[in-house]
């Protein structure tokens, strides 16, 4: 079993910063990319930001330059920095990660339960 856990969101004003934390835990033999996707209400889910294992990093256009991805390969942790915040970031925030539980099982990919970030003043 894999667990995701989320932590860091929160309300800020506009032009905010705020970092998101996302460990993995539990059964795991590699883990490939992580990435954090977001949800605002009535829309769907889009990916704002993702990491390899390697470290190559992919980013929304959206939010390109104000946004920074980063791992602690160690850990199992990604981070999402997100600076100069504006309304439209307001969202739930899901982490992402495929991983490989097991030298012998496949990739699979696992969602953390999801941290609320609202820019508002």
């Known amino acids: 079993q894999v667990q995701l856990v989320e932590s860091g969101g929160g309300l800020v004003q506009p032009g905010g910063s705020l970092r998101l934390s996302c460990a993995a835990s539990?059964?795991?033999?590699?883990?490939?990319?992580m990435g954090w996707y977001r949800q605002a209400p009535g829309q769907q889910r889009e990916l704002v930001a993702a990491?390899?294992?390697?470290?190559?990093?992919n980013y929304a256009d959206s939010v390109k330059g104000r946004f920074t991805i980063s791992r602690d390969y160690v850990k199992n942790t990604v981070y999402l920095q997100m600076n100069s915040l504006k309304p439209e970031d307001t969202a739930v925030y899901y982490c992402?990660?495929?991983?490989?539980?097991?030298?012998?099982?496949?990739?699979?990919?696992?969602w953390g339960q999801g941290t609320q970030v609202t820019v508002s003043s």
């Open positions: 992402n990660a495929d991983v490989r539980p097991t030298y012998s099982s496949g990739w699979d990919d696992y």
């Open positions: 539990g059964s795991i033999f590699s883990i490939n990319a």
């Open positions: 990491i390899t294992s390697g470290g190559s990093t």
